[in-house]
């Protein structure tokens, strides 16, 4: 089955940046979707960006846009989510998922089939 790792967390100061990669293994199927949710304390876990494991196809949730890339390198059996402009409500563990099928629209955690152990982000006022 997939396994994914989540690495890159850490602190960040409000406005700053961190970028997370997700490793996949052995490999992605180049028909899957890979998302980022992520949970913040006492919230459920929410949807924020996925994209194709092929083409550059990309979906974004409102809170995010413009702050937030979602990309891929298939070479490296990768996914990487690059946070800038990071604010403290961004603050969460931030879990990798993938699904198989090329609909960025899946945007709901049960609609996920693997998922990463997770990453913490924590972004400081």
């Known amino acids: 089955q997939l396994q994914l790792v989540e690495s890159g967390g850490g602190l960040a100061q409000a406005g700053g940046s961190l970028r997370l990669s997700c490793a996949a293994s052995?490999?992605?199927?180049?028909?899957?979707?890979m998302g980022w949710f992520p949970q913040a304390p006492a919230k459920w876990r929410e949807f924020v960006a996925n994209?194709?494991?092929?083409?550059?196809?990309?979906y974004y949730a409102d809170s995010v846009k413009g702050r937030f890339t979602i990309s891929r390198d298939n070479a490296k059996n990768t996914v990487y989510l690059q946070m800038n402009s990071l604010k403290p409500e961004d603050t969460a563990v931030y879990y990798c998922?993938?699904?198989?099928?090329?609909?960025?629209?899946?945007?709901?955690?049960?609609?996920?089939?693997?998922w990463g152990p997770g990453t913490q982000v924590t972004v400081s006022s």
């Open positions: 998922a993938a699904r198989r099928g090329a609909s960025i629209l899946k945007t709901r955690t049960s609609e996920y089939d693997y």
């Open positions: 052995p490999r992605a199927d180049t028909t899957y979707t």
């Open positions: 994209v194709r494991y092929t083409g550059c196809s990309t």
